[in-house]
C-alpha cells in the first residue's frame, strides 16, 4: 500500500502563488507516475499535471498552463505542485495521486491511477 499526504493548502487571493506538496510512503517512489488532480464546487474531478516516472515526460491541463509547475525530489519521495498566478476559478480541493503502471497516452486519466491522498484544499479570492 501507498500513502499520500497533501499539504500546503489555504486561502490566498487572486494573483497569489501557493505550492502543494505530497510525501509519498509505502513503496519506492522512483516507481510512480505522479499526478495531480482537482474538484472544484459541484464540478467534477479534472487532471491538472503529472510527471512520468523516470523523468520521461510532464503534462500540464491547458487551463494551467504556463502557470503551474509539477517537480519531484525521489531522494524525499516528494511531488509538489508549484501554483502562479493563481485565479478564482482555481478554487478547488487538489489530490496528490500515483500510478504504478500506465502509458504517457493515458495519464491524464483519473481512472489508471491506484493511489490518492485526502486531499487539500486551495481558496482563490478575487
Known amino acids: 500500500q501507498v500513502q499520500l499526504v497533501e499539504s500546503g493548502g489555504g486561502s490566498v487571493q487572486a494573483g497569489d502563488s501557493v505550492r502543494l506538496s505530497c510525501v509519498a510512503s509505502?513503496?519506492?517512489?522512483?516507481?510512480?507516475?505522479m499526478g495531480w488532480f482537482r474538484q472544484g464546487p459541484e464540478k467534477e474531478r479534472e487532471f491538472v499535471a503529472a510527471?512520468?516516472?523516470?523523468?520521461?515526460?510532464?503534462v500540464y491541463a491547458d487551463s494551467v498552463k504556463e502557470r503551474f509547475t509539477i517537480s519531484r525530489d525521489n531522494g524525499k519521495n516528494i511531488v509538489r505542485l508549484q501554483m502562479n498566478r493563481l485565479r478564482p476559478e482555481d478554487t478547488a480541493v487538489y489530490y496528490c495521486?500515483?500510478?504504478?503502471?500506465?502509458?504517457?497516452?493515458?495519464?491524464?486519466?483519473?481512472?489508471?491511477?491506484?493511489?490518492w491522498g485526502q486531499g487539500i484544499q486551495v481558496t482563490v479570492s478575487s
Open positions: 495521486a500515483a500510478r504504478a503502471s500506465g502509458n504517457f497516452r493515458g495519464i491524464r486519466a483519473s481512472g489508471t491511477y491506484d493511489y
Open positions: 509505502g513503496r519506492t517512489f522512483s516507481d510512480y507516475d
Open positions: 510527471e512520468m516516472r523516470g523523468g520521461s515526460g510532464i
